[in-house]
């Protein structure tokens, strides 16, 4: 494999800013299928149902190029529904072997859906393909080139056993409904969604070559600081075990790699915040570090890192790149697109001063919003 970072990371970041395109508020997750692609972790999406989990999943797929499968997963799933049927020819000959062909072993992402609903049939099989890559049943036996599997719910399982299966899941996302001030761009983002169309922008060796870069990663300078943070959660009442404090690694790994950042440093500490397992201990960790993670920086995945770290420099960047967005694109004439638009001006100018007082604001945010004010007339009405 031909190594080059800088390629990879710049076409993984064109290929995130494009599926996230028109998914309000989906932005993190979409960037963190991309970062656990790369650090060869599954993520577990905890959100109530039609909140565009498995649209976030499928949008990065077919920006990645990656071979995709996708299913909803009830008590009475048959395992061959998701790894395949038995092969019938094969079976005349006495041998048991699976037909995989276009089933989950031969994906490369994987969303199963209201995946603690899975018979105990179904979750040990995927147990074998989520640990080692690799699908066994009768005489099958084969290596899976999968490098995600993001699995669903509404809510964490209670029962003891789901709750060890969920464990394999090292990365949560909790997701809620849109909140009231973000109707507007939902309805308008939503409606162009079904009709948007996107290339190809970056492929599966691009995330090959950025995993192989991050599992040779040298963290021996930020592990002292790693395990401050560590015993900071472990103060406020929250102890991770000791497999997810090892794996947290590689998604500190994979954070500097995309962030094209051959060394982890202070910077790439975030995803620990997505390694605590409950959204109330999520909560409790952001606030808890929140100091520890002000130096958080990540320009390829910038609003999950600001989701985890909540750090006006991260914070800031998004900001500008939304306006630098927004004013590249004005639309003609005065009509419902102009005005989607001044709505759309005007929340990046809310969002700027609920965020940043004007001696905090960043010079390229203050020039931002100065631009962005010399479009609205009058400029008044967003000038506070």
Known sequence: MTLNPSEASFKLRSAVTAASR??????????????????????????????????????????????????LLGRFTEPSEIFGPVDLRKLREGTVE???????????????????????????????????????????QLKCPLRICVGASNSLPTDESLAAFADRFLVRVFV??????????????GWKLDHSQFSELASMNDIDVLAEIAQNADLSSVRPQLAHLLRILRRAGIVLSDRRVVKAQSLIAA??????????????????????????????????????????????????????SAGPLVRARRLV???????????????ETA???????????????????AEAMPPNLSEARTRIVAHLKPPNEVAN
Request: proline share 6%; aromatic share 6%.
């Open 255 to 308: 954070a500097a790699v995309v962030a094209g950042r051959s060394k982890p440093s202070d910077a790439d500490l975030w995803p620990l915040i997505y390694v605590v397992p409950t959204q109330e201990q999520q909560e409790i960790a952001r606030e808890s570090l929140r100091d520890l993670l002000r130096h958080t920086e990540n320009v390829t995945l910038p609003a999950a890192a600001e989701d985890a």
């Open 98 to 140: 699976t037909d995989v062909s276009g089933m989950l072993p031969e994906a490369e992402i994987a969303f199963l859906d209201e995946i603690f609903q899975g018979s105990s049939a179904i979750l040990n099989t995927l147990l074998g393909i989520l640990n080692e890559r690799v699908f066994r049943r009768g005489h099958t």
């Open 22 to 71: 028109g998914l309000v508020d989906r932005e993190p997750l979409v960037e963190l299928v991309a970062l656990s692609a790369v650090a060869r972790e599954h993520l577990l999406v905890i959100g109530p149902p039609g909140t565009a989990k498995s649209v976030a999943v499928r949008r990065i797929a077919q920006a990645t190029g990656g071979r995709y499968f996708e299913y």
């Open 176 to 189: 809620e409904t849109i909140e009231d001030p973000q109707l507007e761009t939902l309805l308008d983002s």
């Open 321 to 335: 790149l939304s306006a630098n967005e927004l004013l590249a694109t004005p639309p003609d004439g005065d009509g």
């Open 339 to 357: 005005q989607s638009w001044r709505l759309k001006l005007e929340g990046v100018v809310r969002e700027i001063d609920a965020s940043f007082t």
